[in-house]
C-alpha cells in the first residue's frame, strides 16, 4: 500500500494550492481518503476526508467555504484545493487511507493507510 501527497509548495497568503494523493496496492473506490496537517508541537489535524462509496464529503471548520476535496477514481488520486490561504494553514499535509473511518469531534479513527507528506508554508 502507498499514498504519496504532493504539491505542496511556498505561497503567500491569499494564495492557493492544490495537494494530490496518488494511492496504489488496495482497492481504491472503496477507501475513503483523508487529508491531515500537523505543526510541530500541534496536534495532528483532521481538515477533510471524501469517501469512497459515494463521495461525500468532510471538512473541519477551519477549513469550509476555503478547501475543496475530490477524488478521481479512475486515477486513483484525491486532490485537495485549498484557496484563501492563511499562515495558519501551514504545516505538513498528509493522505490517509480508511475503509470505514469516523470522526468523532475533532477525532479520527479507522485510517489504515498513511503516506509521507508535504510541506505547505504560507506566508503572511
Known amino acids: 500500500v502507498q499514498l504519496q501527497a504532493s504539491g505542496g509548495g511556498l505561497v503567500q497568503a491569499g494564495g492557493s494550492l492544490r495537494l494530490s494523493c496518488a494511492a496504489s496496492?488496495?482497492?481504491?473506490?472503496?477507501?475513503?481518503i483523508g487529508w491531515f496537517r500537523q505543526v510541530p508541537g500541534k496536534e495532528r489535524e483532521g481538515v477533510s476526508c471524501?469517501?469512497?462509496?459515494?463521495?461525500?464529503?468532510y471538512y473541519a471548520d477551519s477549513v469550509k467555504g476555503r478547501f475543496t476535496i475530490s477524488r478521481d477514481n479512475a486515477k486513483n488520486t484525491v486532490y485537495l484545493q485549498m484557496n484563501s490561504l492563511n499562515p495558519a494553514d501551514t504545516g505538513v499535509y498528509y493522505c490517509?487511507?480508511?475503509?470505514?473511518?469516523?470522526?468523532?469531534?475533532?477525532?479520527?479513527?479507522?485510517?489504515?493507510?498513511w503516506g509521507k507528506g508535504t510541506q505547505v508554508t504560507v506566508s503572511s
Open positions: 490517509a487511507a480508511g475503509a470505514h473511518p469516523t470522526i468523532v469531534g475533532s477525532t479520527w479513527y479507522g485510517m489504515e493507510h
Open positions: 496496492g488496495f482497492t481504491f473506490e472503496n477507501y475513503a
Open positions: 471524501i469517501s469512497g462509496s459515494d463521495g461525500s464529503t
